[in-house]
C-alpha cells in the first residue's frame, strides 16, 4: 500500500519542508542520499520502494519536477531514505545511530565534471534565476490570499461553525479508543510546473470536500476536527496550504478510519471523483461578503493568474534543470551507483 505527498512546497520565503520531523523521530532510522542533481538519488529510492511491494510505504515526491522522488519511507519497518541536498538540505545529527549519508556523488567522473564547469556554473546559476522568479510570484499570491483569508476571518460566524464542527465529530468519529492521539504534518498539494496539484489518495478513503472560497472557515473546521480526532485517540495526518504568511490547514488524513476532509478553493480546485460537497459560505456573514464581492472577485482571479505565472517559471527552471542533471548523468558511473543501491536494499531488509 502506497501514499504520495510531496516532500514540501515553495513558498515566499523559499522552500519549505515537514520532513525534519520525520528524521527526528527516535524511532526512525534514516537514510540520507547526498550527490549533485543526476546522480541517481530518485532512481535508487524508486528501486528501494519496488523492492518491498507488500508494505506501506510513503512517496514523497518533488514538486519542483513532480516525476522525481524526493524521499521513500518504509513504514512497518521504521526506515527513511531521503534526498539531502539544496533546497532541502539534511544532515544526519546523530551519525550512524538516527541517520546515516549515502554520498552518491562518489560515483562521478570527477574530470569530467571539472571539464563541464563553465556549463554547469552557468545552468545552474539559471535555475536559481528561474525558481527566485516563481518565489517573487509566488509572495504576491501570499499577498491576496491573506487578503482572503482575512476578509474570510471578519466575516466568520464563528459560533455557529464552531457547534457545526462539534456535530459533525460527533457523527463523523468513533468513540475515543484510550490510546494517545496525534497530528503530524505532511505535504498533500503544493505548487508545481503544471499548477497546484494535489496527490491522489487511495480509493477506499471517503472523501468530504468544503467548498471555500475565502479558507477561513475551511481551515477552522479542519482544525477543530483534528483536535477532536486526535483526543480520541486516532492519528491524523494535516496537510496545510503553504501560500500563506502562517499556513492555514487545507486537508486532514483519518488512515485508520479511511476517512478525509479536504478545502475545495481559490487556488485548488482539483476534485475528488464520489467526494461529499460541503458549502462553507453558509458559515459567513452574507452581508459582509456582499460588500467585498469586487475585492474578492479581483484577489481570485488575480491569485490565479499569479499562480500560472509561478508555475511556468518553475516548468523554466526544470528545464534548466534537465541541463544541469545530463553533464551529472554523462559522468555517471552507474555500475557503481547499481551495487549501492543493491547494498542499500540488502543492508534495510537485514534491519528487520
Known amino acids: 500500500m502506497q501514499q504520495s505527498y510531496f516532500l514540501g512546497s515553495v513558498t515566499a520565503n523559499g522552500f519549505r519542508t515537514y520532513f525534519s520531523e520525520q528524521i527526528l523521530r527516535p524511532d526512525f532510522y534514516t537514510y540520507i542520499l547526498k550527490g549533485g542533481p543526476g546522480t541517481g538519488k530518485s532512481t535508487l529510492m524508486k528501486r528501494i520502494a519496488a523492492a518491498f511491494p507488500d508494505e506501506p510505504v510513503s512517496l514523497y515526491y518533488c514538486s519542483s519536477d513532480e516525476k522525481s522522488l524526493d524521499a521513500v519511507v518504509l513504514e512497518d519497518r521504521k526506515i527513511a531514505i531521503v534526498d539531502g541536498t539544496a533546497p532541502h538540505v539534511f544532515e544526519a545529527k546523530y551519525p550512524l545511530v538516527s541517520q546515516e549519508l549515502v554520498n552518491l556523488g562518489a560515483c562521478l567522473d570527477k574530470q569530467k565534471m571539472q571539464l563541464a564547469g563553465d556549463a554547469v556554473r552557468q545552468a545552474a546559476d539559471e535555475n536559481a534565476q528561474w525558481h527566485q522568479r516563481a518565489r517573487q510570484y509566488v509572495q504576491a499570491v501570499t499577498a491576496l490570499h491573506q487578503d482572503l483569508a482575512q476578509l474570510g476571518s471578519r466575516a466568520l460566524l464563528h459560533q455557529k461553525l464552531a457547534g457545526f464542527g462539534e456535530r459533525l465529530a460527533k457523527r463523523t468519529l468513533p468513540k475515543p479508543t484510550g490510546r494517545s492521539g496525534s497530528i503530524s504534518f505532511r505535504q498533500l498539494s503544493a505548487l508545481t510546473a503544471s499548477g497546484y496539484r494535489t496527490q491522489p489518495l487511495p480509493p477506499d478513503y471517503q472523501v468530504t470536500e468544503l467548498m471555500d472560497p475565502l479558507y477561513a472557515a475551511s481551515d477552522a473546521l479542519l482544525r477543530q476536527l483534528a483536535a477532536r480526532a486526535s483526543d480520541r485517540g486516532f492519528a491524523v495526518i494535516a496537510s496545510e496550504n503553504m501560500l500563506f504568511p502562517e499556513p492555514m490547514l487545507e486537508a486532514i488524513l483519518l488512515p485508520e478510519l479511511r476517512l478525509a476532509f479536504s ?25 459582509l461578503l456582499a460588500q467585498r464581492k469586487q475585492r474578492i472577485a479581483f484577489d481570485r482571479k488575480a491569485t490565479l493568474a499569479l499562480a500560472e505565472e509561478a508555475s511556468n517559471a518553475i516548468a523554466k527552471a526544470l528545464a534548466v534543470h534537465d541541463q544541469l542533471e545530463a553533464y551529472y ?13 543493491e547494498e542499500l536494499i540488502e543492508e534495510i531488509r537485514a534491519r528487520q
Open 329 to 341: 548523468i554523462d559522468a555517471l558511473d552507474f555500475d557503481q551507483v547499481n551495487r549501492t543501491a
Open 263 to 287: 478545502a475545495c478553493s481559490t487556488i485548488r480546485q482539483e476534485q475528488v471523483a464520489g467526494a461529499v460537497h460541503m458549502h462553507m459560505t453558509r458559515f459567513y456573514q452574507k452581508e
